[in-house]
């Protein structure tokens, strides 16, 4: 089975900016979790999707948002870019949630 | 509000020497408890995980953990650590049952001297 993919894999953008991540999960993988990981903080967990629907949330702005699709493929969006939101941002995917996650590579956010 | 503190930020051993990663969780309830590891340019990806029956786990690589419900605790172990062992690793917890969010701690980076 391919692996969960994220694209792109590096962005530098400029504050104010927005910008939008995608993951694309393990095939028959429904749930979709996001995480931001910075040096001091570690993993952050942004959000879950199940079948379309959001169904966790972490403690982040409202200027972080998600969404999944049909095929399950997901989208995180971040708005008003400030300079703390440069990280890794991670995607993970599993059957149910509550279980394994197999984790992307990762898209490096640099804010400038 | 469930939290996973590690205990040991940053570990260098000699190969050969033996390892014990703290993680200890604070939730009440019932919980599925988990291992992931990061070597150098790659991937999260899981080395254990704990969900129910024996407390003692075995994962990949010749590491074990023990959970110890009264204790809040699930110590990561290997009795001889490889060069090739060097990496961050994670542990996490998610709530079993029902709406979850997994935790992670902050993460554990392990260097070992060949």
């Known amino acids: 089975k391919a692996g969960v993919t994220q694209t792109p894999r590096y962005l530098i953008k400029t504050r104010g900016q927005q910008v939008t991540l995608s993951c694309s999960p393990i095939?028959?993988?429904?749930?979709v979790s996001w995480y931001q990981q910075t040096p001091g903080q570690g993993l952050q967990f942004l959000f879950e999707?199940?079948?379309?629907?959001?169904?966790n949330k972490g403690n982040f702005p409202g200027r972080f948002s998600g969404r999944q699709f049909s095929n399950s493929r997901s989208e995180m969006n971040v708005s008003t870019l400030e300079l703390g939101d440069s990280a890794l941002y991670l995607c993970?995917?599993?059957?149910?949630?509550?279980?394994?996650?197999?984790f992307g590579p990762g898209t490096r956010l640099t804010v400038l | 509000a469930q939290s996973v503190s590690q205990h040991n930020h940053h570990v260098i051993l000699s190969e050969a020497a033996s390892l014990e990663l703290g993680c200890n969780y604070s939730?009440?309830?019932?919980?599925?408890l988990f291992w992931y590891v990061q070597y150098p340019g790659q991937h999260l990806q899981l080395l254990l995980k704990?969900?129910?029956?024996?407390?003692l786990v075995k994962g990949i690589k010749g590491f074990e953990a023990e959970f110890i419900k009264s204790k809040f605790s699930f110590n990561l172990r290997k009795p001889s650590v490889q060069w090739s062992d060097t990496a961050e690793y994670f542990c996490?917890?998610?709530?079993?049952?029902?709406?979850?969010?997994?935790?992670f701690g902050r993460g554990t980076s392990l260097i070992v001297h060949p």
């Open positions: 993970a995917s599993s059957v149910q949630g509550e279980d394994e996650q197999f």
């Open positions: 095939s028959g993988h429904r749930s």
């Open positions: 999707y199940f079948s379309e629907t959001q169904r």
């Open positions: 939730y009440g309830g019932t919980v599925n």
């Open positions: 704990y969900f129910s029956g024996d407390p």
């Open positions: 996490a917890v998610t709530s079993s049952g029902g709406s979850y969010i997994p935790t």
